[in-house]
């Protein structure tokens, strides 16, 4: 028990770690931000494949069905962070940002036979982005003055979760995560103007959520012959209001200052999703997978500014598509050679957007991988790996900013033996 309280304390104490925005994304001002990579370092690799993996030395929260095949004799506690460089490039302009953050920290074990139990915080969307620009605007006496507006936004969302994975027959495993959802959002826009009879205008969005989050999973593990095994998985995503109740603050300023607030009730649904995968695997020697994943945020809500007022309504967003496939080889996990452990992976993959900007589609990603994972080993443990990765991420729209980030992610896991019994002779 000692193990597990002190992995809930590491956990705990990297909620305001992951607090701290992990992008500098102008897309991140619209809908709930930049959604959040899933999965955790040995499978980012292959670019974030593991509906259909049941590995027993890692916590793969991708599909809770897979706690199951959590090996008996383990304590396993996975922690990463990521470091990312971006350009963004419109025309001939061209930025470049750097951005660091804690990624997850998750935890399981087995609890019983065919019974697994993982607990962990996970990133689920980021805010952060600053950018300002300067045009004319024409005054009600027939002037012009020139204006200066600044956009800034922070936040985002979070989710602490406590997922079990049973099951009950061969072959077939079921599983749960339930998790509680939080975070904040705040947007500003400032509009400041070089005539100084003019007023000065701030809109303020605010957002503050907390609400429940849950994850169903299905697997099915079917033996073809003593070394090829093929898995096939799925997950639900149970969509639902979040009962939020999103503010707009119109400030403006000058001899006489005013204030207006809007308030949509209960004015933000977290989308539905459903998701599939498949993975064939050679032994502990290969393997390979395939995900695709659908989240339908055409059916969700989400307030906008409309004349002198603050709704909310469905249709803001689009649904989005996702697929990734993933490989990994491995020489010979149990080798007495240190190189022939070593796990390679490579991974890619493609997703449309669910945001939509100044009525048109949003930023397409494509995205590739490649990672290693790195046995640990000393005198006490040679179950524990430091998982490497690197990938590149392209966001491009028509007319839009382009982005390319490049992405290394580090993630350790401590694999320790929990449940053995110690023999005395």
Known sequence: MKKIFAAMSIALLATPALAQSGTNSPYSQYGIGVLSDQGNSFNRGMNGVGLGLRPHNQINYLNPASYSAVDSLSFIFDAGFSLQMTNFKEGKVSKNAKNASFEYAVAGFRAAPNLGVAFGILPISNVGYQFSNTSIASLDDGTSTAVSSKYSGTGGLHEAFVGLGWSPVKGFSFGLNGGYLWGEMEHIIENSYTDSSAKSLKKKRNCSIGSYKLDFGVQYQQNLNDKD?????????????????????????????????????????????????????????????????????????????????????????????????????????????????????????????????????????????????????????????LNVSAQWVRNDASGLIKENSFRINIGFTFNERWFAKWKFE
């Open 229 to 385: 095994v093929i898995t096939v998985g799925a997950t639900y995503g149970l969509g639902h209001s979040l009962n939020a109740d999103p503010t707009l603050s119109i400030i403006s300023s000058g001899s006489v200052s005013d204030t207006t607030e809007f308030v949509a009730h209960d004015g933000i649904d977290f989308p539905s999703q459903i998701a599939a995968g498949v993975s064939y695997a050679h032994g502990t020697k290969w393997t390979v997978g395939l995900d695709y994943t659908l989240q339908q945020w055409a059916e969700a809500k989400f307030p906008e500014e409309q004349g002198n007022s603050y709704v909310s309504k469905k249709g803001l967003f689009m649904d989005s598509h996702k697929i990734n496939a993933g490989f990994e080889y491995c020489q010979n996990p149990e080798g007495r050679s240190f190189m022939s452990r070593i796990r390679y992976r490579l991974g890619a993959g493609y997703s449309t957007p669910y945001i939509k900007v100044g009525g048109k589609d949003g930023p397409s990603q494509l995205s590739v991988s490649a990672g290693v994972g790195v046995p640990i080993v000393n005198a006490f443990n040679n179950r524990s790996m």
